[in-house]
Every structure is written in structure tokens, then in C-alpha cells.
């Protein structure tokens, strides 16, 4: 067997410099350190292989020369898949991965050096591991084959050979994949008492909740691999969903088995969770009841028997289309353990090769369906509904006896020993998408249609209308160059692309009037409603306004208001400024809190400048969620709201539709607009720029030219869909820093249609073309401003938006990170994410500087030292996300922010190192 003993991976007392990884519930400590095969989605090249630790994706081969004698072992990664790595032995598997637990353990030396290689999960995407040149998929729970056995042959479940043989057939591996949707399949069925089958999609649409195991190494065709050394071919574990058209498979099975009821799709999770990872899981094989055969001698060893299994729970989860879009938890249909399994994972080696079958790196075996003991622990539809003799009754009204269209099944796994640090798999998921078959050729023809309703309802719909206003008007149906982009999934949000265009769109046909704004009896007894953004007399290239027609007018919002205490958040002229001295002003990110709180009731005000009252100036802001406002709605007059998510994405409801925004994307929210913000992944972080003045608009390019920076067609505004909920809610509104509430007795987001060009706008920053310097000096950071608010003096912003993306940086004999410097603008900065060059340490993601008018600042000595010495090669900056909020105005901590423990006072520390250089000739 292999060597079951611990090593310092798997002390629970071990901790990562990687924050996340250390957050109670986190299925990837420093303890599991699974394999991945991932892109970052801002990088077109190469998918490559990673390590997930907490919530981030550490790019292995780019950091191969820090790991010394595994250096070799990590350039494997390099490819897409983990073939490679698989190939090789149980030594070099726990070699790498003792090396990579180093590297990224507490008291790590050269964080700096990694931490520009870790990617945040929310910016990737996730490829399948390893591409199987076999697929077995086994039958090992002896539950499962009863309870299904039972079904068809009450009087003798199971078959003869069960508890005498591991019983598998062989899979097809060109339909295994990592996510998406599946396809309801078609093929012949006989329904009961008909003569003739017919053809037409499945009607018993079923999951199998199974453990992948990735097998490595390699044997020789026609030399057996013994149970005692099965192990050593075990590379690591994954969830699977073996998908099973039922009504298919119960026609064509007899009597050569599966085949087109199986072969359609199978699942796995993205993430391989090594056996030596699962060595502190590992326990006895379930011990035979009195009476079943032994094993035959092949299947038979001591050491498999006392630790040939692992204790992994498996629960499988179920959300109906309709309740995804009203917001309600998935169902828990089933939880069970693998320490159950009758038949261990190294029996299945053992006998799979037991006919001289050979093992290729990257095979793949599915465990088969795992069901335990009782009701709560069954793993498929077909044990739950008997066949579908019993439909399961789900909240809110809903049953199912097999998948309907929409269902989205999740399973998911955690290994808890007591003393043992719990680790985690990620998730398997995938929604059950048509039940037509021709719908899949549809799809083909038609990539970017999509459907999309009322907020938070359900039903089938028609495709929004969407138009452009101008001399080009025409709906998407007949125009593909419009670039509507529409979301295919329905209910999640759709899009039209442009900045400060004038847009039109309904959520129901014929709910836009024509020709008229306001009519004397709007359509669909709906009200019209103007929202001004500029007055009526602004030059027309400058005014901005929108016309809604929604089920009630917002006067009826108005009433009733009450002051309520603004908690964190502040609005200049600040009165609490605070009275630290001038100086380098550094935080590291504010924890989210464990009480409840939502987007408004987590912001907190770090700075303010200008005044509201005459809308000039600023203010920053962070938030820190974890709830969703669900019947609290917010909107503000005193400023427009720049979004800026950092850890986790939102999705924003607005009476304009929907806007879906995660790290590295932002969203420009009008005054005046009425919206709340919902956490679909769980709890969430950001910063806010609150803008009094003028409207961000995109700068001018001057020498640049035409093209770069932000392109307006990448601009995405969210087309109408709306919230029709007669339910109590309550409005919030802040007004010159006063914040005040309403009750009402119905959502205010309930806008049908609209046309203008004063609604919410949502911009991905990676789509932003830097342009720098390409010979020699860094240029000014103002050629990295996204979104500029103009003040009453030309080229001195009232706010600038400026980002630092990823790019390249060429210049020659130049210094190439930002100069020192004193800035007449104040800088209000932020990390999305990744490590900024100018202050490798201590600036981490979700942490934030202040440096105000004429403070000097600039890289600190690290930076300096490397940066002039170091060889000027061309070099891409990678992973990388830092933001600033830039104004002509002083910024004024709050007293919130300079009394926050967080403040880091050590900060000008960083540049202790700058020594005397100069020589006197």
C-alpha cells in the first residue's frame, strides 16, 4: 500500500499567506491544494495548470524556479492538462506538492514573487483536467444497486455476481466535461403497454451522484496491477454526475448494457484533489454482513481492507429554473458518504487490470451512484421518485419524479475529521437545459439570443425588443451588428452595448409607446414617467434623461420619509473630519463583518472632498455585504455611484433591468436611479466613488487618436425587465448626507419599459487598451483614465478613473514603475486584485491608500532597488487590477477611517530603505 504517513501538509495548525485560505468553511486551505487546469479570462493564451488555495488560482509553472528540486515537476503545468503531471509517480506527486505548500505557507519570504501569479477564482475560466483515454464507470454501492435493483426485481435485487465481482462498463470520453448545460437527449423509448418505441427526447431525465477518481502512472498491457499496489496509481479524486436518460437506457440496455440512455454527458468538478491531500481521510472498507462471500484472493488485502477507503460527503443539491429566479436555496435531495462503498477504489484497479488491461495517465473511473442507508441519503431521482411511482414535493409548490427543463443539479463534498483541517472539492454542475432536440441546433444558429423577463419571475417569454435610437434604429432580430449582447441563460441579465447612447427597450411587446413620450393612455395601463439627469434646457449633446413606464408612478414613492440614523456612511462637507496630520494613509482590507448586513448598511465612508450642496468633489467609499438587500431599495441624489467590486461579483437590480458585476468590472449607477444589490455567490466587498459633479464621461484621446483606452462599445446597458412584487419593501434616499426611509407596499422596480440614455452602464476593465511608452520614460498615469468628471478648469478633473491593467512595459534605460512624486491631485487608491509594481508588499487586494494633495509618494525601496537594477527586457505585467480615484480636491479621512485599528502606521516604513546614493565628484 502507499505510505499513509503525515508530513507537515496536513498539520491543521498551518496557515497561508493567502487570506482566504484561512476563512472557516473554505474548501481549499493550504491543506488541499488541488489541481486545475484554468485561463484567466482576461488572457487569451494557453490554459494552463494551477493550485487553488482559498479563493484565488496560483499559475504553477510561473513560479517553477521558487520551487528548487521541483522546479522540473512544476514546469509540467505548463500545458493544458494534467496529463503530464499524472504520468509520472507517487514520489514526484508528493514532491511538488509538499514544495508548493512551502511556498505558499505563513512566513513565506517572497510573497511578492507568487502573489503576481495568484488569480481570483471569480476571473477565470476552468477547463477539464485531463482528457481520459478511458472511462470506467463502476457500480460500487451496494445500496444504490439494491434500491435500483429493487425497482425492477423486488423479490431479487441483486444479481448473482454483485458482492463477487467490482461490476463497470466502459464510458465514452468525448462527452465528459466540466460544466455548462446538457442536452436532453433523444433516442428510442416504449412507453408501457405500447407495442412500438418511439423517438423523441428522454422523459426521465436522471443525475448519479459519483467520486471521479484520475488515475496516473502507467502499466503494461497484459501484466495486472496487484491490489497492494493500486494505490500507487491513484492520483487524485473529483466529484462526478453521470447523466442517465432512464426511459432511454431501461429499451436499449438488454443485452449488451448502456449505451445512448449513458453516453450523452457525464460531469466532473475542475478540481483533482490528490491522494496524498486525502490521507488524513482515509478509513476502513465497510465491512461485509455475516454471510456474503469473501473476496476472491486478487480482490483480497489486509491493508486495502483497514484503509482502502475515504470518508468524503457527498450532497447533491436541486434549483428549479423557478426557483433560481425567485431567489429561493436549492433543495438538499440527498447526503451520503463514500466510506460506505462495498467495493474500494484500489479494488476497482486491481480488478480492472486484472485481464492485463493497461492504465493510462488521465483515465478516469466513476465510483457509480453512491447511496447510503436511509431516504436522506440516496444519490439519483430514479431511488428517490421509485421510477417515478412517487413524485418528490419541493417548496413553493413545485414535484418532480425526473428533471424538468431548467434544473440545475449541484453536487458538492467536504472531508471533516476531528483534529484534520476540512477540505473541500468545489462543485459539479450543470443545469438540464432543452427538451427539444432541435433547440440544440437553434442555439447554433442563433448564439447570442437569449430570454429574459420580469425581475424574479418565471414562465416562457419572448426575447426582449430591444432598439437604437438614431438614423441605424433597428431591433437585434434583424440586425446582428447592433451587438446586443443577450445572456443565454434566462432570467440572468441581457445587455446593449454603447456608452451614452440613447437606448430603447421593453420587457413586454408593445409596452414603449410610439412616437410619443407621453401619451394621453400610456400602453398596457402602464404610467410614463421622466427622470432627469440634466435640466431641460442642457445643449442636447450634453442632456441626459429617461423615460420609464412602469406598473405605478414614483410619486407614489415620495411620501411618508423618515430620517434614519446614515450609520458609516458620510457626505461632504464631512463634519467628523478627521484630525490625523498629513501623511501616507494606508488600510488593509475591511473584514466583512459576521452580523447581517447588506450593501447600504456596509458602506462605510474612508474620505470625502467638495461639497454635495454645489456638486463639486467626491467621496470613497467601501462596502462589505453579506445579505442581499432583498426588500430594501436605495437610490441617491447627491452624486452618481461608481461600483467597484472586489471580492465577489453583485448582481444589481435597477429599474433600468439587471446588472451582473464581479472584480475587474465596474458599474456607473445615475443619481436619481432606484436599485438594490444581491449577493448570488455569497458574501461580497467593493468600493464606491460617489461623484457630485459633472457625469463621468470617457476622456478625451487627444494624440492617441481614435482608438484605445475604453472603447464605448464595450459598454453594456442592461435591457428592461422588471420586478412585479406586491409585497411590503422599504426605500431608502440619501440627500445631502442625510439618509431617510419609506415604506411601501410594492417593489419601485417596477419599470416595463423605458427609452433615453441616462441609465446604469456596466464596463469589464480588461477590455481596457492601454497605451504606454514604448521607447523610453513611463508616461503619466493619465493615460490609464476609464472615466473622467470634468470640473469648471479644462484638463483638472473634478474625479478622474484611472486603472493600472495588465500590460506590457518596454521602455529602455528608464525606470520603468511611477515616479516619485507630488501630485496638486489627491489619489484615493485600490487593489482589485493581483500585486501592484510600485508596492509589492503590504498593498494587498481589497486594502486602500490616501495620498492627498502634494504628499509625496512613489514606489517604496523594494521596488526602487529591483526596478534599477534589474535587466530591461520586455516584461507583461499579469494578473494585476489597482484603480485610483483622482481629484482636483483635498480628501478628508473620516473619522471612521482614521480611528479604524486597520490603519496601517507603518506604513511610510516602506520607504526607510531609500539610503543615500549620491556621490559627490
Not at 80 to 86: F, I, N, P, S, V
Amino acid at each position: 500500500m502507499t505510505n499513509l504517513a503525515l508530513d507537515a501538509s496536513h498539520d491543521a495548525s498551518r496557515r497561508s499567506w493567502v487570506a482566504s485560505s484561512n476563512q472557516p468553511g473554505t474548501d481549499f486551505p493550504i491543506q488541499n491544494l488541488p489541481y486545475g487546469v484554468f485561463r484567466p479570462m482576461a488572457d487569451g493564451g494557453t490554459p494552463r495548470g494551477g493550485v487553488a488555495i482559498g479563493d484565488h488560482v496560483l499559475d504553477v509553472s510561473a513560479i517553477a524556479p521558487l520551487l528548487g528540486e521541483a522546479q522540473a515537476l512544476a514546469g509540467l503545468l505548463a500545458a493544458a492538462t494534467l496529463q503530464r503531471l499524472m504520468s509520472l509517480s507517487q514520489d514526484a506527486w508528493t514532491t511538488l506538492r509538499l514544495a508548493l505548500a512551502g511556498l505558499l505557507a505563513a512566513g513565506y519570504g517572497e510573497q511578492h514573487r507568487v502573489a503576481r501569479h495568484l488569480h481570483p477564482m471569480s476571473l477565470i475560466e476552468m477547463f477539464l483536467p485531463a482528457r481520459p483515454g478511458g472511462f470506467v464507470d463502476f457500480f460500487a454501492s451496494i445500496q444504490h444497486a439494491t434500491n435500483a435493483g429493487r425497482i425492477f426485481r423486488p423479490d431479487n435485487p441483486l444479481l448473482p455476481n454483485y458482492k463477487y465481482v467490482p461490476i463497470g462498463y466502459n464510458g465514452r470520453t468525448s462527452t465528459i466535461g466540466i460544466g455548462g448545460t446538457v442536452r436532453r437527449p433523444c433516442g428510442q423509448t416504449r412507453a408501457a403497454g405500447q407495442e412500438m418505441p418511439s423517438f423523441g427526447p428522454s422523459r426521465r431525465l436522471d443525475f448519479e451522484t459519483e467520486l471521479g477518481v484520475f488515475l496516473g502512472g502507467h502499466s503494461e498491457q497484459g501484466v495486472p496491477v496487484p491490489l497492494a499496489r493500486a494505490w500507487d496509481h491513484i492520483f487524485g479524486f473529483c466529484l462526478l454526475n453521470d447523466w442517465s436518460a432512464r426511459d432511454i437506457q431501461a429499451w436499449e440496455y438488454q443485452p449488451l448494457g448502456p449505451f445512448l440512455g449513458k453516453s450523452f454527458a457525464t460531469t466532473v468538478s475542475p478540481w483533482v484533489v490528490t491522494a496524498d491531500a486525502l490521507r488524513p481521510f482515509r478509513v476502513p472498507v465497510r465491512s461485509r454482513p455475516p454471510g456474503d462471500p469473501a473476496p476472491l484472493p486478487y480482490l483480497a488485502d489486509e491493508d486495502d481492507q483497514a484503509s482502502g477507503a475515504v470518508d468524503i460527503m457527498l450532497e447533491t443539491r436541486l434549483a428549479t429554473a423557478r426557483m433560481r429566479q425567485q431567489g429561493h436555496e436549492a433543495v438538499r435531495l440527498g447526503r451520503a458518504s463514500t466510506r460506505e462503498l462495498y467495493w474500494s477504489v484500489g479494488q476497482m484497479v486491481a480488478h480492472h487490470t486484472s485481464n492485463g488491461c493497461s492504465i493510462e495517465a488521465g483515465d478516469l473511473y466513476g465510483s457509480g451512484t453512491v447511496s447510503g442507508d436511509d431516504e436522506t441519503a440516496l444519490g439519483s431521482l430514479l431511488e428517490i421518485s421509485r421510477a417515478g411511482a412517487r413524485a418528490l414535493p419541493l417548496p413553493w409548490g413545485e414535484q418532480r419524479t425526473f428533471l424538468d427543463d431548467g434544473d440545475e443539479v449541484t453536487v458538492t463534498a467536504r472531508c471533516v475529521r476531528d483534529g484534520f483541517a476540512p477540505i473541500g472539492f468545489g462543485s459539479c454542475r450543470r443545469t438540464d437545459s432543452s427538451r427539444a432536440c432541435q433547440l440544440s441546433w437553434q442555439a447554433r444558429c442563433h448564439p447570442r439570443m437569449g430570454l429574459t423577463g420580469p425581475l424574479g419571475m418565471t414562465g416562457s417569454r419572448p426575447a426582449p425588443h430591444v432598439l437604437t435610437e438614431g438614423p441605424s434604429a433597428m431591433t437585434i432580430h434583424t440586425n446582428a451588428f447592433s451587438e446586443a449582447v443577450l445572456s443565454p441563460r434566462d432570467g440572468s441579465p441581457a445587455y446593449m452595448t454603447g456608452f451614452e447612447n440613447s437606448f430603447a427597450t421593453e420587457a413586454v411587446p408593445g409596452a414603449l409607446p410610439v412616437m410619443r413620450n407621453s401619451p394621453q393612455k400610456a400602453p398596457l395601463g402602464l404610467y410614463a414617467e421622466q427622470l432627469s439627469g440634466t435640466a431641460f434646457t442642457a445643449p442636447r449633446h450634453s442632456n441626459k434623461r429617461i423615460w420609464f413606464y412602469r406598473v405605478r408612478p414614483s410619486v407614489l414613492h415620495g411620501r411618508g420619509f423618515r430620517e434614519v440614523d446614515a450609520g458609516l456612511i458620510r457626505t461632504a462637507p464631512c463634519r467628523e473630519e478627521s484630525r490625523l496630520p498629513i501623511a501616507q494613509l494606508r488600510w488593509p482590507p475591511i473584514a466583512i463583518p459576521a452580523d447581517p448586513c447588506d450593501f447600504l448598511s456596509g458602506l462605510r465612508t474612508i474620505a470625502t472632498s467638495g461639497d454635495a450642496h454645489t456638486q463639486l468633489g467626491m467621496a470613497a467609499h467601501v462596502y462589505v455585504a453579506n445579505r442581499s438587500m432583498d426588500d430594501r431599495y436605495f437610490y441617491n441624489v447627491d452624486g452618481e455611484l461608481l461600483l467597484v467590486p472586489q471580492d465577489n461579483a453583485i448582481r444589481v437590480f435597477t429599474e433600468c433591468g439587471l446588472v451582473d458585476a464581479g472584480p475587474g468590472e465596474i458599474v456607473i449607477m445615475p443619481k436619481g436611479m432606484k436599485f438594490k444589490v444581491d449577493l448570488p455567490h455569497g458574501p461580497a466587498r467593493g468600493y464606491v466613488c460617489e461623484n457630485y459633479g459633472n457625469y463621468l464621461t470617457l476622456p478625451e484621446r487627444g494624440p492617441i487618436g481614435a482608438n484605445c483606452l475604453a472603447n464605448p462599445r464595450d459598454f453594456l446597458t442592461p435591457v428592461a425587465a422588471y420586478e412585479d412584487k406586491e409585497t411590503p419593501c422599504q426605500l431608502y434616499v440619501k440627500s445631502l448626507g442625510r439618509l431617510y426611509v419609506t415604506d411601501l407596499p410594492q417593489s419601485p422596480l417596477d419599470v416595463v419599459a423605458w427609452h433615453g440614455n441616462f441609465a446604469p452602464v456596466k464596463y469589464d476593465l480588461r477590455r481596457f487598451s492601454p497605451v504606454g511608452s514604448v521607447l523610453f520614460d513611463h508616461p503619466d498615469p493619465s493615460i490609464y483614465t476609464v472615466l473622467t468628471s470634468a470640473s469648471e478648469t479644462v484638463g483638472t478633473a473634478n474625479v478622474d478613473f484611472v486603472i493600472f491593467p495588465e500590460r506590457w512595459v518596454v521602455m529602455e534605460s528608464s525606470f520603468r514603475p511611477p515616479w516619485y512624486h507630488m501630485n496638486v491631485m489627491s489619489e484615493f487608491m485600490g487593489l482589485i486584485y493581483g500585486v501592484y509594481d510600485a508596492k509589492p508588499g503590504g498593498f494587498v487586494p481589497g486594502g486602500m491608500s490616501l495620498h492627498n494633495a502634494l504628499i509625496a509618494h512613489g514606489p517604496d525601496a523594494e521596488a526602487f532597488d529591483k526596478a534599477s537594477h534589474k535587466d530591461l527586457v520586455p516584461e507583461r505585467l499579469s494578473g494585476t487590477m489597482a484603480f485610483m480615484f483622482e481629484t482636483r480636491y483635498p480628501l478628508s479621512a473620516t473619522a471612521y477611517a482614521s480611528q479604524l485599528d486597520l490603519l496601517d502606521g507603518a506604513y511610510p516604513d516602506c520607504w526607510d530603505g531609500l539610503a543615500r546614493k549620491f556621490e559627490r565628484p
